[in-house]
């Protein structure tokens, strides 16, 4: 997790963690949603596994802590994009949020940059301005302005 970008947040999973590593993730989201400042997720999923499914263990304690962070979630995670050129795992996600609905608004794009800009159009809905245009000028989505 990468919180350089704040009130972006990338993740990036490669491959498959060893569960206690899942498990240090976790902690990690907790810590975020803790500072009770809006934000979003930028999540990475290309150098997941394969198929871009985590093990039955590592989806059911997600489960466990999306349920019991339902409420803080709503409450300051402004969106979350799920990033991925596969689009078998784009479709396996719009799936999966089909037929169970995230707690926060989301979007799977076909890249980091598209992400990204639905991120920074989050964060300028929200009247986060500098930070949209920060986002925007990081990921190459904008050219910074010149000044007379």
């Not at 709503?74 to 784009?90: H, I, K, M, P």
């Not at 991120?119 to 986060?128: K, N, P, T, V, Y």
Request: charged share 25%; net charge neutral.
């Amino acid at each position: 997790m990468d919180d350089s970008l704040w009130p972006l947040v990338i993740v990036r999973f490669v491959g498959t963690p060893p569960l206690r590593d899942f498990e240090a993730y976790l902690e990690k989201s907790l810590e975020i949603l803790r500072r009770g400042q809006p934000h979003l997720l930028l999540v990475d999923v290309d150098r997941s596994r394969e198929d871009g499914t985590p093990p039955l263990e590592h989806r059911q304690l997600l489960a466990n802590w999306l349920a019991r962070h339902e409420e803080r979630i709503r409450q300051t995670v402004l969106g979350v994009a799920y990033a991925t050129d596969s689009a078998l795992v784009r479709l396996a996600l719009s799936l999966l949020f089909h037929l169970k609905a995230p707690a926060s608004p989301y979007v799977v794009a076909p890249n980091l940059e598209l992400g990204a800009a639905w991120a920074a159009c989050r964060l300028s809905e929200a009247g986060l301005y500098a930070d949209a245009e920060h986002i925007r000028l990081h990921f190459g989505l904008l050219r910074p302005r010149r000044h007379a």
